[in-house]
Each structure stands twice: as C-alpha cells, then as structure tokens.
C-alpha cells in the first residue's frame, strides 16, 4: 500500500477530530493509500508539543510556509481560524500538496475563488470539511432524492442552533471580533446548512435576510472594560432556489437548549425527510408511496449494511457519533488522490457557499432582495 | 341563569364545531350566560336544514342582513367564507349585537380597520377567533414568559404546513382564486401564527418575505381544461419584533407528511419552549433554572389541574382534542360579554394582524424589507 | 328515527363522559337510534340533581332497582363502583334492558359469568365500556393486523401505568379497600389491557405474576390514625398466548411521570406496532415490506379520513381526545341494539377478561404459572 | 508513563470494539499507564494475521495457553465465544494477569464463581465488560440514583430488543447450539440488563419467568436438512429486588424494528428515568422538584463537560457512539491496574449476574418462583 504524509496546520478543537481520523481510518475502512501523520504545524510550541505526542504526529513546525513547502508533505490539512485558510492553501497549492480544508474555506467568496483557481491550476485534489454530507443519515437522504423518492423538490427548512453565547457574561474573544478574524454565525453554521441545501435540493437563486447581535458588549478576559461584538449572533435567510424551490435558514448561538442543532426538512411532491444532527443517525422519512392508512414520518436508523458508510462500523443499531464523519471524509479524500478524481465538497463549492453567504450579507444590510448572478 | 341567543352565519367545517361549543359549553364550564342556538343562516337551504336539526338551531335563514338585525339575537357568530366576514360584522355591530367571528378577521387591514371601527363605535364586545390561544399548553407558554422563565425573548420560529394542495390533480375551487374571495395560505395559516407570535412575543415591527404558487393551474371540477390559482401555496416571512426578537414564520399546502403542523419555537435568555398542535396536549420547555446537568427539553402534558382550563375536562393525562379550544373561547367570550371586558384576541388584533400581512404581500411583490409603522 | 331511554346508574368521573356520549352522538355520527337522556341515578340526591340539570338527564331517582324496573327504560349504562355491576347489571336483564357496563365488568370471573348469563338468557345486547378498543389508532392496529401485516405475533408488551397514589400522604379511600369494594391495579388497569391483548392477539393460555402494595397505610381523611391499603399499587404478568406468543403486563400507580400511560407494542413475524394512550391519536407501525433502507417506526397520525371513526370528527391532524371514544363506543352500542348483532367487548369478554385477572391474583399469590383452562 | 503489554484472545466483532479502545484511550483520556497491543491469539492463522495487521498487534499466536502463559504480556483481554472464557480466565489469573472480560462472564454461577476465586486469589484486577455502565447518560443516572433525586425506587422496567433471527431461513450457526457453546437470549442480552439493574437498583432476590424458541428449526448452512435451535428466541423475566422494587426484563431477537434496543424505565418515590441505547446519548429524566405546572420527562443530552466522561470527548452536542463506551471501559480499567483498586462490574458481578440467570432458566422450567439465596 501507498503511503502518502500528512502536515497539520492548527491543533485546536478540530486538529483533534482531524488527527484521529488520520490516524485511524484505515482501521475501519479499506484505504488504498495509508496516510502518514508526518508533521504537525502550530504557533504554540508547548500545546503543539502535547498535540503531536498525543496523536502521533512525528514531527512538529512553527511555521506554516516552511510546513506547505516540505518536499516530504503530500497532504496539507487546514484546520486553522478560517483567516489563514486563504494563504495556507494558496501556497500548499502552488508547491503541489493535495489540500484537506476546515470549513469555511473562506472569509468571502473573492479569497475563495483565489483558492479554487490556485488548487485547480496547480492540479491537486482540493476538499472543503462540509463533514455532515457524509453522516450516514444525510447520504442516505440524497441517494432518496436522487432515486426520485421525493419528487419535485418544494421546500428547504433549516435551522442549525446552539446556544454557545447566551450566557452575557461570558467572556469576549477574537472569535467575536470580525477584525481579528472572527466570523459570525452566518459563516460558521450557514456554511454547513448551505452545504447541505447545495448538495440536496440546487443551487441558490436569490436570498432575503436579518441580521442581528444580541448582545454587542461583552466583558474582557483578565481585562477592564467591555469589547465590542463585531460578528452576528444570528442570522436568518429566505431564498429561492434554481428549481424553483423555497428555502429556510436560520443560525443562531442563542438558542437556549440546543447544543448541535443542524436540523433540516424537505418537502416535495412526493416525499418529505427531516433531520436532527443531535440524533445524527436517524432520518425521519415520509413516503407517498405507501398506502394511505399507513403513511407517517418513518424513523429511519441508518446504522444497517446497506445504508452508506455503515457496514464499515459496527452491528445494526450500534450508533456512530461526530467524529466518524472525519473517518468518512478522510477515506474519500484518501480516495479521491489515489484516483485523481476530485471529491465533493470542494473548493469550487467553497466558493458557492461563499457567494451565497456574501449576498445574505448584502441582503441584511440593505433590506432588499440579492439575487445571485449565474456564477 | 341569563340566556342570550345566538345566531350562526355559515354552517361549513367551522360551523359543526362553532355549534359544538356553543351546545355543549355549559357542561363543561360554569358559565354566566346560556347561551340558546337560535338561528342558523345560509344559502343552500336544504343543507342548512339537515345542518340545522343535526346541531339543534331553532330556526333557519337565508338573508344574514335579517338574520343579524332580528331582535332575538344578541351574538353573531360568523363562519362564513372571509369574504363575508366584513359586511357582514359591521352590520352586526351596527345593530348591537356582540360578534364571534371565525378568522382571518378580514380580507385586508383596512377592511378589518372598519370592522373594529363598527364595533367599537356600537360597544359591542367583538372577538375573532383564533382559538389556538386557548389551547392549554399555549396558554400555559403564556402564562411561563409572563413570569419570566424565559427572560429576554431572541427568536420565534414558527411553520404552519399541511400537505391539502400537493396533489396536481385536486381541482380548482374557488377558495383557490382571489377574485372569488379565496384567501392563500398567508392568509389563512399566517393568520394564526402571527397571532401567537402576538400573544407571546409582541409586536412586529418589519418583514421580509417570498411567495410562491407551485401549482399554477388545476383542473376545474366537473368542467374541461384548467382554472388558475390566484393564491399563495407557500408563503415564508423573516420578522422584526419591536422589541429586538427576530422571528421567522413559513406557511405551506405543499409540506407531505404535516397535516395540521402548527408549530412553533422561543428562545429567550433563561429559556426555550416548543410546540406543536399535532401534539397539542404537550408543550417542550427548557429551562436555564435547572441545574446545568440535567438540563433539556421537558415535555410537559398540560393536562394537569394547575394548567390552563384543563380542570374543566378529563384526569391527567386524558388528553383533548382540536374542539375543546373552541369550547374555551366560547367560554372566555361567554364570560366577557357578561362582565362587558374586552376578550382578546379581539378586531383590534384582527387589525394588527392584517397590517403584517398586507406588510408581507407587499415584501414578496418589492423583495423589500417592509416596516410598519407604529400604528 | 327511533328514539330509545337511557337510565344511567351513577353521576361520577365516567358518569360525565358518558353523558356527553349519549348526548351528542347524533351530532358526529349517523345513528339509527336516538338515545334519550331520560333518568339519571345516585344516592347523592344533592349532587345528583347537580349532575342531571348539567347534563340534560330528564329525571333522577335514587334508587337502582326501580330505575332498572321502568319500563320507559330501554337501555341502562352502569357506571357505579364495579362492587354493584352484578347486581345491577342482572337485574337490569332481568327486565329486559340492553346493557352498557363500565368496566371492569366485575369483581370476579364467577360474578362475570353471572351477568353474562344473565343477558344471555334476556337477549339483550350486552357491552362492557373497554373503550380504548374504540382509539381509531388502536382500530387500526386491529385492521393492520387482520389484514396480516404483523404476520405471526411474537411478543405482547403492554404496561398501564399512572402516579395517582406516590404520594404517601395521600389520604385513604374506599377505592384501596378490598373490603369495601375497592379494587387494585391490576382489575382497573390491566382489565383494559388484557382486553386490548385479547382483541389483537388472542386468548391468554397461562400466567404468572408479581404483586405489590408499596404504601400500606395511609392517613385516614379527617379522622387520627391511618387505615391500611387492601389492594396492590402494581402488578406484573408474565403470560402464554394460546398461539405461541408471549405477553408482558405491567401496571403500577406508582409511576411519576406517567399520567394515562397506557402503553403497548406488539412484534410479529412481518411488522411491530406501538401506541402510547398519552399520545392516542398516533400509531407506530414498521413493516418489513418497506425496502430494507427505509425501513424505520412510523408515526401513523390517525386522523385521516380512511382510519377508523375518523371522517365523523374533523380535518386531518385536527386530533381528537379522550371522550370521543365514548361516542365511538355509544355509536356502535345504538347500531348493536338496532341490529340485534352483539357488540364486542361484551360480557362474555368481561369473563375471559376476570379469569385472567383470577389467574394472576392466584399466580402472584402462589408464585406459580396459572394455566387457564380451555374456558 | 508505565506501559503494560495487552494480550487479546479473539479476534472478531468485539476483538474490533476492544482493540480500537486499547489503540486510542490514550488519545482522549489522561491514562498512567498506555498499554501496548502486544499479542493477538486465535486459530484462523490468516484471518488473525489481517485482523493483527489492521489493529496493530505486534504479535499474533494461536495457543491461548501459552499466551497467557507468555512472561511479557501484562493484560489478557477475552472476546472469544463464552464456552471458552472460564478456562482462558484461570489460566490467566494462575500466570498474574489482569483480566478484562467480555460478558457474559460464564456459562453459569458455578464457572463464574470459579473464575471469580481464581482471579481474587491470584490479586489480579478482574472486569467483566458490561459497558454499557459506561454509558454517559447511565453513568448520570446513577449520579442522579445515588443523590437520592429519584427517592426509594419503585420499579425497573427493561427490555433489551433486536431482530437479529426474525427472518426463519437465516441459518443455522453453533450460536444458536448450546451443545456448542451458543447462548440464548436470557445470558447475552439479560446479562447486559441484569448488570445495569443491580447498579442502579440493586440485588434480585426472586425470579418468576417464562421462555421460548420460537423457530426451532433452521436451514443448516452449505448442507441439506435443518438443524435444531437449543437456545432461547426470547425470555422475560419478573423480580423482586431486596429492597422492595419490582423488575421486568424482556429480552428477544424477535422484535422487528429493534436493533439493539437496550431500553430501561425507573420510576421511584422523587423522580424517573428512562434510557434508550438507540438513543444512548440521552437520558429522560422527570423530577418531582419541578414546580407541578412544568413537570414532564426531560430530555437530556448527556454530553455536557459537567456529564461522565463527557468532557473527554468533543464539544456538547456532539454525540458520541457505541465504541466510546469501550474507551471508558478500557481508561476504568486501566486505573484500577494502576491504582490496584478494584473495577466493576468485575468478577463478582459476574458470579451474581449469572445466579440470576440460572435461576430464570429454573424459574423459566419449573413456572415456579425461584428466590435467590442471600449468595
């Protein structure tokens, strides 16, 4: 078997995610190319230190451009604040590495499309971490839709909540702030919603939105004084899609008693389905083909054989949790380099998600209705 | 105990269960005023007859103009097409008689104006019902965010959605098509939502929002070739609150798998509720108030003798159906009519209501943010 | 249309739902009988009074024999303490009167056989008011079933259970005497659930039990002392369906959180079902005919006009509650008197019904398998 | 940090479960000692070859004698078929090592009591792996049990559900052979539950039960003729604990619908729970220290930093799936090796768990009650 290095740039949060999908795939899955967990990249050399021991990476960095030139790096993983993920992949490109993103893959559609033309000029296979297209669940739910099971497609409902800053106490952070590179809920939870939307009804037509901050002063960590909330607290979108349909969005971090709360449903002339990625391996499905006194949204557990990504797992009704859709995401990438075909999300998606997040701002600012030129 | 007559204007779906109430409130609840079912009216007499000696009226009548200005009756109670309701509550407050009015109050907000002018003017007391209100765990959410259990309120999110239109097939009526008095969903299921949001959140101050007719045209009934809907299918709003909520509300015919999908979230700063009337017993409530680990949504059965009405029926836990709420408004209107208190909601909301939808009509027609004025 | 006077003998909890029944059947449904309100009977000639003025009952008397006796009676309903169903119940065959028994039928099987025998050799009709057969859910459990959708039925697991009695202060009531005619949980509770097991998986071959009275004594009602509870808070069985399956009951007043909590699932060799009275208006179906990935419980909302007794009440997920059962069951009581058909469950139910009920008092007692002989 | 050689015995299903959990503790959990994936053993050389490779154990062997013989190995972990476990257990506790079990522990009382003696005399840490204990939201119910939140407790109530051999042309294996070594229902889904039961109640004083086969013949595979089910399809069991509660467990492979349904209600003097495992990321809670109008069943989603081993994994509502149970298994584990304190369930469990399942098999063959001697 091929093996083929891996360099990490950020080992927040998702570095861990990321590392322990690396690090074990190929338990789980039958990967033609075994991924090396070769350098991992950080400012932070102590943290970085633990990072690397902890998840095995062989080598540690301090400067990404010298970790994105390596001649020994064929894989560049981006899990950085979404400020650097412009430059980080641009170069990474530009020396030829394939590049695994952390969602968002940009802060507007311009750096994105700079993305985009920088991975595809330079021929690498490029991926932005939508991960939830690869919840078992919500695969299951295109391949209903691609088999025709839900007809013409009326309605996109969504809602992706949490309530991670209610709280008005809680301290500010750079993550508030749009001019330390802190992106709202609009980039951090639409994008994912977007995603979806994209990947199971179409392309977004035009969009209406509102805005809002909540709470815009917050209290400084070990500090005086208050600092100024730069980013939305929530946003809301309508939109029309190319085929006609309507859509919903709505994302929030002042959603008392949701803590993961991507929720969609989907209407259409013949079938509907519902999701809830806080029961992530359930898919509510309701059918016209069933006989009338027995039709009902059906709870589907798509923890069997036959559903997508499943029988890599365990016994049916044997739950999967969050990080199994980095394993799922990494084994389609892995794939993806080994054939040279490209994968989906990529950055040509990024660039969508960000053109549509670039008009609900625009919409939110002005009032008015942005209708999205065909791109 | 004093007896007051009543008089029924229309005897569709909402007159079997207007009549219901009326028969049958007093069984139920300890009421003032008996009231006695004095005269139906409509226009296709033979129907209105088997109508009428089912229910138990006493009399019938073709003519509502002489139906409302006979001395005999002191309330009219309107379940005729919305068309209708204009003429002919003014005419009934005119003549001094309290008004029971089915919604939508009126066609537009200028319409309902006028109503609300008439009764006013008369001093009759005037009610338009949307009974939803007085569904015990909606009253119940009332009576939690009046005490302040969920704090500063941030969002409402709503949906009204059924599934009576996505058959192509199903013909024209005139309910589909404006210029017969046909009212689309904006209308006839924002209506109610909007008066909930109302009820317990407050006033709205802008819109934005998209329409769609899906269906465009439909086979006349028992005619050749096809007929026109001129009505919404789908109608999605995106809201303001005066007091800095935001709020979202979707309506649809075309939504397979909801039947009578009422649905409704708040979030405020201390904590949540949701609700839905296909489980109209049960409302979801989280509260910040818990201790943080064992804090989630608790699905409280308001059918307790502490809950709103619910001492008037069954034992805990033998839960009601979509009738009752109309036994409660009959009762709550029964009781304002003999303490001569306004009962809400009353035209003033039918007015307030209007103004949001005419506001929304014009905000899908412009793709404009619409605000209204103070009132 | 026929008219026919009822007599009904008790003015509690089910003497008001009953009442509502006979009352106003004729508005929802097309009967070929209409029931009269024509005497009401109770000892408490006060609350009586109270009870009949409320509910329209034409007269009152305070004595069962003679009510029984009156020949403008044509059918008597028993809503009394089961201590006097017997008594009650022969004498009214004895005078010829068409039988309407709130359940249980009786205190015992012996008594049961009495009564059953006794209409038998009247021929009046004859029906104990298990009424949650009449849940159009449960209906369509029963026609999902005959039609072969479970296939052949493995396992029965029901449980009944309520809070009614946690509270330990809760003051004494004849109903926890044996000696004073009170019954446990296992005649109240479980006779309606061994009714519903018969009805959808047959006869019982054997069983064994667990009984328990956790609070044994209680504080007398405004008297010093306290007095001891002389029926069982719980029971559980175990049993042997006559055709191969196996059934669990369990049914407890001990059970925070549950209010009306009649709870069921059936699994056979081709589908599984499961109903929760809490939530009466749904049925949970999962069949195996469904595509292997799709295959999930759905959630039937039994409201549509093609489920049973639903077209009489309103629109599709418009949910009805607990009483409308008791016009279901009064409806189908005029049409078994019309037709001199019997209608089921009737007495003869009630007897099966009480052998169990003996089995399990000696199974539990003994702490042996009671088989049942053949009946 | 101190590491210690893992020797594995087995290498299917669970052999996964348990090597990814030994391969990656370290990872999520701050362990003093890392164990070392030293030896694999089992007799398909081949297969154990794969299964070595993929899970990186250094080592495979084919002699349990002489691997747990072996000077370097530290740990034995048993996954083989349960006719093997006793033998492997005592020779390992004779050569000094740790044991970490899968369940059921034995065959009966009789080896488990063995085992136990062995492991106690040799003063080695024993574990048998019932982790579902370790589940988050069982490990808060517990919390909640022992803070007295639930008050005496009343009832448990259990059923542990699939369908794994519905379908009668599913063939024959030695699982279903007790002469092979196969165990019914009652010893591997019971087990499960017993285990829970006595953690969150306590111990099982008397047993009543009923059992069944219900396809007693079965195509054998790749030859002619059926062969004969010698196990248990399906038994139910009801108890008295000592403390005065009532059980049932239901345990069956023919549930359609269910696929891995470990499902348990308690219900108790203060509050109730119920627990799911094809939900096991949430606990229902009801509490009767909420106020009476906002009592209900809670919902909580038990991967809060403040909820068990919570805090390990990743951000709260982010859930986790059935593997992560083996991690905390497997991080118990490892501080009792360190600490030499004990772990349980260990071996003791497993002697009691297993008198309680012979006494439902003898309860199950006579039809009498069997009552447990104090053990």
């Known amino acids: 078997m091929k093996t083929l290095n891996v360099a990490i740039i950020g080992h927040g949060f998702m570095g861990r995610a990321h590392s322990h999908a690396w690090k074990n795939v190929a338990q789980f899955f039958d990967v033609d190319i075994q991924p090396n967990l070769r350098v991992a990249c950080g400012r932070d050399q102590a943290a970085l230190r633990r990072f690397a021991d902890r998840w095995g990476w062989a080598e540690i960095e301090t400067d990404w451009r010298e970790t994105v030139a390596r001649p020994d790096v064929h894989i560049v993983d981006i899990v950085t604040p979404p400020l650097l993920h412009h430059d980080i992949a641009i170069q990474?490109?530009?020396?030829?590495?394939?590049?695994f993103c952390e969602k968002p893959l940009a802060l507007n559609a311009r750096q994105a499309q700079e993305m985009y033309d920088a991975a595809q000029t330079a021929g690498v296979v490029h991926y932005v971490n939508h991960n939830y297209r690869r919840v078992p669940a919500i695969a299951?739910?295109?391949?209903?839709?691609?088999?025709?099971?839900?007809?013409?497609?009326?309605?996109?409902?969504?809602?992706?909540?949490?309530?991670?800053?209610?709280?008005?106490?809680?301290?500010?952070?750079a993550a508030l702030q749009k001019e330390k590179g802190g992106i709202g809920v609009a980039a951090d939870l639409h994008s994912h919603t977007i995603d979806l939307?994209?990947?199971?009804?179409?392309?977004?037509?035009?969009?209406?939105?509102?805005?809002r901050t909540f709470v815009t002063e917050r209290p400084r960590l070990g500090e005086a004084g208050t600092g100024r909330v730069t980013v939305d607290d929530a946003t809301s979108m309508l939109v029309e899609f190319e085929n006609g349909a309507l859509g919903s969005f709505e994302a929030s971090r002042f959603a008392l008693g949701r803590?993961?709360?991507?929720?969609?449903?989907?209407?259409?002339?013949?079938?509907?389905?519902?999701?809830?990625?806080?029961?992530?391996?359930?898919?509510?499905?309701?059918?016209?083909?069933?006989?009338?006194?027995?039709?009902?949204?059906?709870?589907?557990?798509?923890?069997?054989?036959?559903?997508?990504?499943?029988?890599?797992?365990?016994?049916?009704g044997h739950i999967i949790g969050y990080e199994h859709t980095f394993y799922h995401a990494v084994f389609d990438f892995l794939n993806a380099v080994s054939t040279g075909k490209p994968i989906a999300p990529n950055f040509a998606d990024g660039v969508q998600i960000a053109r549509v997040l670039d008009a609900a701002t625009r919409a939110a600012e002005t009032g008015e209705q942005v209708v999205l030129d065909a791109g």
Request: charged content about 20%.
């Open 92 to 99: 990474a490109a530009r020396h030829g590495k394939h590049i």
């Open 140 to 173: 299951l739910a295109k391949q209903l839709i691609q088999e025709g099971r839900l007809g013409r497609i009326y309605h996109w409902r969504s809602a992706y909540l949490n309530s991670s800053w209610v709280d008005p106490q809680r301290p500010m952070t």
């Open 197 to 211: 939307a994209r990947y199971l009804v179409g392309e977004i037509a035009s969009v209406v939105a509102l805005t």
């Open 259 to 316: 803590r993961n709360y991507n929720y969609f449903e989907i209407y259409g002339s013949r079938g509907s389905l519902s999701f809830n990625l806080e029961r992530m391996n359930e898919l509510e499905f309701f059918s016209l083909d069933d006989p009338e006194f027995v039709r009902g949204f059906k709870t589907i557990l798509a923890t069997e054989r036959v559903h997508p990504y499943a029988a890599a797992w365990w016994h049916p």
